[in-house]
């Protein structure tokens, strides 16, 4: 199993310009998560999915949409990239959506907006 | 939402057992005590977790305080490839999706 895989590790955007950070899963896992972590902060909860076709807004969803058209994807959209968006972006997926549940994470996106 | 409390850094010694501490006094009863690691550079990686009892595996020990309002993640022969960001979560006994990190335990090793 690959595990949970990102694309792309690096990206700088202008503000303004858009994108798709992706994050794909091999495990079958129905529930999957997008976090942003900022320097010598822990890990803010962005959007999460129960399954394929539910989405949900987590902590700080502003600035960025989500779509769950299967199982194994989770694209991440920066509609108008801004300079506070700049950030490390981890994509994590476990098997289902139970406080027991281990999570499984990325190996990071870095977004520099400037 | 619950919330833990950890010491911004620790320094241990190699091969020397390495007792990490967390404070969660607003724990509920159904919330589960979960610990990750971040090595530099990385995405966290899962460590272990428990409800009440104590729990070993191959990675940690994790020892729960009798009242539940704090928590130890113990490494017993620290290496230096343990060196990371260590974080304490609470996982919502009743709104699972709130995932809360704070800002982590940063353990340095010495050779």
């Known amino acids: 199993n690959a595990g949970v895989t990102q694309t792309p590790k690096f990206q700088v955007l202008k503000t303004g310009q858009s994108m798709t950070l992706q994050c794909a899963q091999d495990?079958?896992?129905?529930?999957m998560s997008w976090y942003r972590q900022d320097p010598g902060m822990g890990l803010r909860l962005i959007h999460y999915?129960?399954?394929?076709?539910?989405?949900d807004q987590g902590e700080v969803p502003n600035g960025y949409n989500v779509s769950r058209s299967t199982t194994e994807d989770f694209p991440l959209r920066l509609l108008s990239a801004a300079p506070s968006q700049t950030s490390v972006y981890f994509c994590?997926?476990?098997?289902?959506?139970?406080?027991?549940?281990?999570?499984?994470f990325g190996p990071g996106t870095r977004l520099t907006v400037t | 939402d619950a919330k833990t409390t950890q010491p911004n850094s620790m320094e241990s010694n190699e091969e020397e057992p390495v007792h990490l501490p967390c404070n969660h006094s607003?724990?509920?009863?159904?919330?589960?005590i979960h610990w990750y690691r971040q090595l530099p550079s990385q995405g966290p990686e899962y460590v272990i977790h428990?409800?009440?009892s104590n729990v070993n595996n191959r990675m940690a020990s994790l020892a729960i305080a009798e009242d539940r309002k704090s928590s130890t993640l113990i490494l017993h022969r620290a290496t230096l490839r343990d060196a990371a960001v260590y974080y304490c979560?609470?996982?919502?006994?009743?709104?699972?999706?709130?995932?809360?990190f704070g800002s982590g335990t940063k353990l340095n090793v010495k050779p």
């Open positions: 979560i609470l996982r919502d006994g009743v709104n699972f999706n709130k995932f809360y």
């Open positions: 994590a997926s476990s098997y289902e959506l139970d406080r027991r549940e281990e999570q499984y």
């Open positions: 999915s129960v399954g394929a076709g539910i989405t």
């Open positions: 428990g409800l009440t």
């Open positions: 495990m079958n896992h129905e529930y």
């Open positions: 607003t724990i509920s009863g159904t919330d589960y």
